[in-house]
């Protein structure tokens, strides 16, 4: 009977999905200018991860922001920034959600922004495409704000959300979000929950609201091949001393096919086929590929991966700088001492790092190679004529990926469905890292990620920039979260 | 009869060659000091070719040294900086030598090197590896100094040299003798002659005489891949973007074997075989390998070349710089926009610039590129999905070689046989290039090398060096090309 009482007290029984978007959106078109002016005050208050006092001063607004709406509210401190931590209880509710943000936010450069002050948010253009430009704009300060006004919205409505709601706000996701993991052990308590949303990250190109069940995880490794102790001339000794860059060239060219696809034995390993579900799930996704080519300048993609959303069910093997000696100004005739590649590797939930990079090595063993952990000796200069150093650049990340058919993820979707009349975007993975992982792996709970903003915001480079309308439609998706 | 006369007085038919070196060893070892005085005197001189003030003072100081020893001697203006010229005749003489050396030196750091001032020469070291540390005491003043010390040495011993002798002091190929050639149409009366002799460069480790019959050429080019735009997310779009850094791999390792060969289709067009001769003479070279990888720390040279007289006899494809986005604390995980390689090509006499860059151009159209001469714009970017660019960077200079049967080159080797009681190292081409070849073709006589200071000279680096030794012996060397 309580239970009945409850449901019916926030309106679970009695207020049709369908209609809430409608609800919401009335709600936010009569608040939208205090909803923007919360969110420019928010904005105001610079926050790079290293700013320690500005970030103080960003928990302390964000704990006021989350009590002013009865949530209980508190700062936690952690060994590095500090999270803001807040709960509000629905009586019977039976399912705990984890929302998670954060309020940090990347470095600024200002002089490479059209406004003087990226903490002071200037709005630009009319209409539809109306934009506030500031840091953090969209990465991650909006879904904040969203988040907070959805719950205003449903409370107006006389609604309230039919989850209990835990929001944990991060302080330092910008520089790794490293003081997460170990805060767990300390609030394990206040972090219960039966599935974490996370809040952030641009959404679908098409508009749409936008579920993914995963990330790439990342593993960065450089490879140096060695060649002769320091470079020599390049006329009095070429054909004849082997040049490290030719050979690093060949060594690269015998890991991928002309087709994009990794050579490395068992590189893909565990991945696919994928079942019938998960095709018709990635199938579904909206293709702007052309648009997203013509935007590049990109004739053709990877003959081996035509389709976006098949290539990131993959690991990657991707080179993301080469050098050796001089290219330009100081290029001098020399054959060069080495030749190195910066190397990414993206990595999916069957291909933990570990393994991968054990393939690349056994790989480049069997091109004839002598690995080494450290520049080569003299002697073992003269011991191996072919040597190369393989090094883990850092620690990597992991992937993580909840299954589609999980139950909490499936009612994220029907939410959505059922508020928007079609199933949302569905990502089976996104394809860039989010340092959160190990977060998502330590806590044990399914988690989801709903990007809210819009996904040409200019993220971690200048002129950050958050779509207004983008914005105030993303208040009705996190509503529909709420109401799941 | 007066030729009779001519020969007699000039000793030519009554002194034998054999004793030659006896001769003047016996007035170096008393005029040693006086010899390393004069050099000291000319090192102090500083000659960096863009000083333009101490260019002057060096020519003037130079025009002394050759009218003391009753040469015709004057500066000869140039679009540039001054060349020295000396002459002098002997009666009857059938030949004419035109000596060249280079008066003008390398730029210095002095802050790298063990003195402070590289243009006050400091000895070091005792007995017969004792040296003079100075900028330009190798590179090419010690030549100059013995050249007059051996016309001065033949006269002492009542000796004309039996050719006659024009020298032409360059004083700017270290800033590549631009203005050589254009001297020409003026001085062409001056330069009129039989061989040309060049005394410059390093003589062969093993210390004996060398003669070099030519120099390899050099033409340099930067070959770029293009990618998107500009850098995508590795993350979002890795697997589906195409790599350029990966192509360029593919495209380099695409041009040569494993062993080392090139394989652009013609790359080797009419160089080889060799004649039996021609292989007399490579093989003759004393072989200082093992040496010299242990020196440099490799420990197997190219398999296609594994001897390094052959090794040079070929034309090269080497790599001398590599460039993608940033390796090392600027990393991004991205897909790059471009990736580039600067090569350069050295060249041999069958093998002209023009005819390599145009294989090479059409191997790179075989990988299915298409080649653009700027960087592709939009439309260009959507229309070829493999993009490059093959830019010659700069303008080449041609390789040169006198043929190993040339009568006067002959005579050169006869002489030095002769009078060292062996013959010579001989050397079908230097493996590097010498900024004097195009001086040489336009000259339209033939020209051989005769590098006659210590091989570990330090040459363009901090601390040069001269070894005094081999210093005063390169002083019978040209005493015996004075009198062959």
């Known amino acids: 009977m309580r239970l ?16 809430l978007r409608a609800t919401v959106s009335a709600w936010v078109d009569a608040h939208r200018l205090a909803v923007i ?37 508190e700062i936690l401190e952690t060994t590095g920034n500090p999270l803001v931590y807040g709960t509000l209880n629905t009586p019977g509710a039976r399912r705990t959600i984890l929302f998670y943000c954060h309020y940090d936010g990347q470095p600024v450069d200002p002089t490479k922004w059209r406004q003087p002050d990226p903490f002071t948010p200037v709005i630009r253009g009319d209409g ?15 879904p904040i704000v969203a988040l907070l006004a959805a719950l205003d919205a449903l409370r107006t409505a006389g609604l309230a959300p039919t989850s209990n709601v835990e929001i944990i706000l991060d302080g330092e996701e910008e520089a790794g979000s490293v003081s997460l993991v170990p805060a767990i052990a300390r609030y394990r308590d206040r972090l219960r929950a039966d599935l974490m949303i996370i809040l952030d990250g641009p959404g679908h190109s098409s508009g749409r609201p936008t579920v993914a069940f995963g990330a790439r995880g990342i593993a960065t490794v450089n490879l140096t091949v060695y060649g002769p102790k320091s470079g020599v001339h390049s006329g009095n000794y070429g054909n004849w001393i082997p040049n490290p860059a030719m ?17 490395v034995t068992g590189y893909y390993d565990g991945v696919g086929p994928f079942s019938a579900e998960e095709r018709v799930m990635i199938d579904a996704v909206p293709d702007d590929s052309d648009r997203m ?15 976006l959303q098949y290539a990131i069910q993959y690991p990657t093997l991707n080179i993301r700088g080469l050098a050796s000696s001089f290219v330009g100004a100081g290029a001098r005739t020399i054959i060069p001492d080495r030749a190195t590649a910066a190397l990414d590797l993206r990595l999916v939930k069957e291909t933990p790092p570990d393994d991968l990079v054990a393939k690349l090595r056994a790989h480049i063993e069997k091109q004839g190679y002598h690995l080494v952990d450290r520049d080569p000796d003299d002697e073992t ?60 792996e330590a806590l044990g709970f399914p988690a989801v990620t709903v990007p809210t903003v819009n996904f040409d915001n200019n993220q971690h480079e200048e ?22």
Request: charge should be positive.
């Open 4 to 19: 009945v009482t409850a449901l019916l007290l926030s309106g679970a029984l009695v207020f049709p999905q369908a209609d």
């Open 37 to 73: 002016d919360e969110l420019r005050g928010l904005l105001a208050i610079p926050n790079v991860a290293a700013d320690t006092p500005n970030i103080r001063r960003n928990a302390e607004h964000l704990r006021e922001m989350m009590a002013k709406r009865g949530l209980a509210a």
């Open 128 to 142: 539809p495409d109306a934009r506030m430009f500031a840091r953090s704009a969209s990465d991650d300060k909006a």
């Open 247 to 263: 050979r690093l060239a060949a060594l690269l060219a015998s890991m991928k096919g002309d087709d994009g696809r990794v050579l």
């Open 293 to 307: 080519l013509r935007t590049f300048g990109v004739a053709e993609p990877e003959k081996a991966f035509p389709k």
């Open 381 to 440: 200069h003269m011991k191996y004529s072919k040597l190369a150093r393989l090094e883990v650049d850092g620690p990597p990340t992991n992937a993580f990926r909840t299954p589609v058919s999980d139950p909490q993820a499936r009612a994220v979707v029907a939410s959505l469905t059922r508020t928007f009349g079609q199933p949302p975007v569905q990502l089976r993975t996104l394809g860039g890292t989010v340092p959160i992982a190990p977060f998502i």
């Open 463 to 484: 002129n950050e920039n958050l779509r207004i309308a983008t914005f105030l439609d993303s208040i009705s998706v996190i509503a529909a979260l709420l109401r799941m």
